[in-house]
């Protein structure tokens, strides 16, 4: 995304970061229901081949790329210094917006990214449900609203700025623990992704958008952004283990509350931190 942004420049780079994303999300959609379906007549093998598969044709489409047509510095968001070299992980200490962007996604993914598989094993446990088709059509769902959030999202940032866009996909994971508490099986499915899909899909364009803001004219844009997935990956890391232990404890349904709460947690930082955020 960086690469093509150097080619836009920097006032493209939220629409294309939108298109992006909305292209990216139609292709996990097609894939969760190709999965899906290979799993239901062929069993799982079907379905890892099926990841190899793609994965193969990723990594061709990526070697198809002409190397001159990628700007490095104008990519890095620095055009006019073509001697400037990256810096370290210290990007987040040296600039707090984007230490409060990556902790707070860091506390909502540690609550957001155990719900589908956690929900999928209840619905599995309790016979509602066949696996593969089941998780298949949670991913579906989720990944066809995200295609919309993220169009939403970019429109909404160029009116205004990702602060109130950040704060709107936080405020959905609370929502979505509730009703996976009251739904389950397919009877929840619907509103359960609905929400998992505004969610993530309003975050994969306002994410990049708000560091490329926010480090902008600095030659640290991919840098910042790696930095920030790095540690939400933490918190997506270790939500499994959190999740799956809490459910061990106390059982699927008290869970969801648990992971939802969480969500509070980043709504209320994001909330107390606004005055250190809100201008990008």
Same mark, same amino acid.
């Given at each position: 995304?960086?690469?093509?942004?150097?080619?836009?420049?920097?006032?493209?780079?939220?629409?294309?970061?939108?298109?992006?994303?909305?292209?990216?999300?139609? =292709?996990?959609? *097609?894939?969760?229901?190709?999965?899906?379906?290979?799993?239901?007549?062929?069993?799982?093998?079907?379905? &890892?081949?099926?990841?190899?598969?793609?994965?193969?044709?990723?990594?061709?489409?990526?070697?198809?790329?002409?190397?001159?047509?990628?700007?490095?510095?104008? +990519?890095?968001?620095?055009?006019?210094?073509?001697?400037?070299?990256?810096? %370290?992980?210290?990007? @987040?200490?040296?600039?707090?917006?984007? @230490?409060? @962007? #990556?902790?707070?996604? +860091?506390? &909502?993914?540690?609550?957001?990214?155990?719900? *589908?598989?956690?929900?999928?094993?209840?619905?599995?446990?309790?016979?509602? #449900?066949? $696996?593969?088709? &089941?998780?298949?059509?949670?991913? *579906?769902?989720?990944?066809?609203?995200?295609?919309?959030?993220?169009?939403?999202?970019?429109?909404?940032?160029?009116?205004?700025?990702?602060?109130?866009?950040?704060?709107?996909?936080?405020? +959905? @994971?609370?929502?979505?623990?509730?009703?996976?508490?009251?739904?389950?099986?397919?009877?929840?499915?619907?509103? *359960?992704?609905?929400?998992?899909?505004? %969610?993530? $899909?309003?975050?994969?364009?306002?994410?990049?958008?708000?560091?490329?803001?926010?480090?902008?004219?600095?030659?640290?844009?991919?840098?910042?952004?790696?930095?920030?997935?790095?540690?939400?990956?933490?918190? +997506?890391?270790?939500?499994?283990?959190?999740?799956?232990?809490?459910?061990?404890?106390? =059982?699927?349904?008290?869970?969801?509350?648990?992971? $939802?709460?969480?969500?509070?947690?980043?709504?209320?930082?994001?909330? %107390?931190?606004?005055?250190?955020?809100?201008?990008?």
């Amino acid at each position: 995304m960086g690469d093509r942004a150097g080619r836009r420049g920097r006032g493209g780079i939220n629409r294309q970061n939108g298109r992006n994303q909305a292209f990216n999300h139609a =292709g996990n959609m *097609v894939g969760a229901a190709a999965s899906g379906y290979l799993g239901w007549q062929y069993g799982y093998v079907a379905v &890892f081949v099926l990841a190899a598969l793609f994965g193969a044709v990723t990594a061709a489409c990526v070697l198809m790329i002409p190397p001159g047509s990628i700007d490095h510095h104008a +990519a890095r968001g620095k055009e006019e210094d073509p001697d400037s070299q990256p810096s %370290g992980f210290s990007i @987040l200490v040296k600039h707090k917006p984007l @230490l409060v @962007l #990556a902790v707070v996604l +860091a506390a &909502f993914h540690l609550g957001n990214a155990s719900i *589908v598989p956690l929900y999928g094993l209840a619905a599995v446990a309790g016979s509602h #449900a066949n $696996g593969p088709s &089941f998780v298949a059509t949670t991913i *579906v769902v989720a990944q066809a609203v995200m295609i919309l959030a993220s169009i939403a999202g970019m429109r909404a940032a160029e009116r205004r700025n990702y602060w109130s866009v950040l704060l709107l996909s936080f405020l +959905a @994971l609370p929502v979505r623990g509730v009703l996976a508490f009251f739904l389950s099986g397919w009877w929840g499915v619907l509103p *359960v992704q609905i929400l998992d899909g505004i %969610g993530a $899909g309003l975050q994969s364009v306002a994410v990049p958008g708000m560091v490329a803001r926010s480090l902008n004219g600095t030659g640290r844009i991919n840098l910042g952004q790696g930095a920030v997935i790095t540690v939400q990956g933490i918190g +997506a890391s270790l939500s499994p283990a959190l999740g799956g232990w809490i459910a061990q404890w106390v =059982g699927y349904g008290p869970v969801f509350l648990v992971l $939802g709460g969480l969500g509070l947690v980043s709504v209320a930082l994001w909330i %107390g931190f606004r005055s250190t955020v809100q201008e990008f």
